[in-house]
């Protein structure tokens, strides 16, 4: 017999349940029906908690955005110990988010989710990025002002470097085989992205 919609955290028990068929399905592979049945919960019990699917996709992925973004923050370390060694560990975090919380990330990055939206998820991102622009802002401090990129892109290139491995070589995208880690080709394009920007010396 299914369970009425005190059973529990309900709303964590179906967050856990999209979670598990997230990463069977896809993030659009499955209805709020099979949600519900995976946590054992009547259709009708789980609009008590979520309008639909993409609300109940919305909460996994705003849970997401906050462990990217504790994880970020913890990678980060107040720019320690220098500005370009904390930038670096930034990148290698988007990385071990990505490998060690798939599901999480495919709702984030893979669901199509309007983050305008959803109010709530669009502040718990735009933390996330906040910390990656901060590492660009304070590494960058190290060129000239004239010869100083602006933050917004510069973290923006890493970020979209970041992703471009997470979905090549670390998610299984077919026929993109790498003879390298993944860590490796982030670090590589890093290092060539910095040097062109004048931040490393050219035998770093």
Known sequence: ???GYHHGNLRQALVE???SLIAEQGPTGFTLSEAAKAADVTPAA???HFAGRDDLIAEVARQGYDIFGALMTFAYNDGK?????AF???G???LAFARKYPGHYMAMFESGLNLRAHPDLAIVAQTARDVLEMAADKLAQQLPAA???PS??????IWALSHGVVELYLRGAPNAKSPFPPEDLLEAGIGIYLRGLGLLPPDA
């Open 1 to 3: 017999m299914k369970r």
């Open 17 to 19: 349940a999209a979670l």
């Open 46 to 48: 789980v609009y008590r």
């Open 81 to 85: 110990p220098s500005a370009l060694a």
């Open 88 to 90: 670096e560990a930034t």
């Open 92 to 94: 290698r975090a988007y």
């Open 147 to 149: 010869k100083r990129p």
């Open 152 to 157: 917004k892109m510069f973290s923006a290139h």
